[in-house]
């Protein structure tokens, strides 16, 4: 079967059953696939073709972006062994291509030291300011949650947080 079937087949199922997003980055991955491998039997493509394609693709991105095409692409083989053709070996399911397009290392975040956030708060000069940064920094705030703090949201120690970031209803923050 031809590639450029199959990626209808395969764009339609993302259609049904993902978010925007990821129907757009298969579009558009899928789109310059087609235009390289689309009149071509997805059984003739070979693992150095796939290899030649994402480094053109991906050439001068970072590794996390290299490693999203690179999953697209194995899934998008992967659907169609699993749902077109059972005997079809997936090209980019090799030991050189999982170790070129690997996830990145993560990012170690810097941790202040509880002083140095006493000595930021403290210098501010601005009321509004500095309660900004005592609400983020005692209660572990996000700035979008302070500033949709309203009076009525205060109960003593205790924050009511509406329409939290986490999706939940409501939270609630308790400061010192």
Not at 40 to 47: K, Y
Not at 49 to 64: A, D, I, P
Request: hydrophobic content about 35%; some cysteine.
């Amino acid at each position: 079967m031809r590639v450029s079937e199959i990626r209808k087949y395969f764009i339609d199922y993302h259609k049904a059953n993902s978010k925007r997003n990821t129907l757009l980055n298969c579009e558009r991955l899928l789109s310059q696939f087609c235009i390289d491998y689309g009149d071509r039997d997805i059984q003739s493509i070979t693992s150095d073709e796939v290899l030649h394609f994402l480094t053109q693709v991906t050439e001068g991105t970072k590794q996390s972006t290299k490693r999203l095409r690179f999953s697209l692409l194995s899934a998008f083989f992967n659907f169609t062994r699993d749902t077109i053709d059972l005997d079809l070996h997936n090209p980019c399911d090799t030991p050189m291509l999982r170790k070129i397009f690997r996830a990145p290392k993560p990012n170690q975040w810097k941790i202040l030291d509880k002083d140095v956030i006493d000595e930021i708060i403290f210098r501010t000069i601005h009321p509004r300011n500095r309660i900004l940064l005592e609400l983020m920094a005692r209660g572990g705030m996000r700035v979008g949650e302070v500033l949709n703090l309203i009076p009525s949201d205060l109960d003593d120690c205790k924050i009511i947080i509406r329409d939290p970031k986490s999706g939940k209803g409501v939270e609630v923050v308790f400061i010192p």
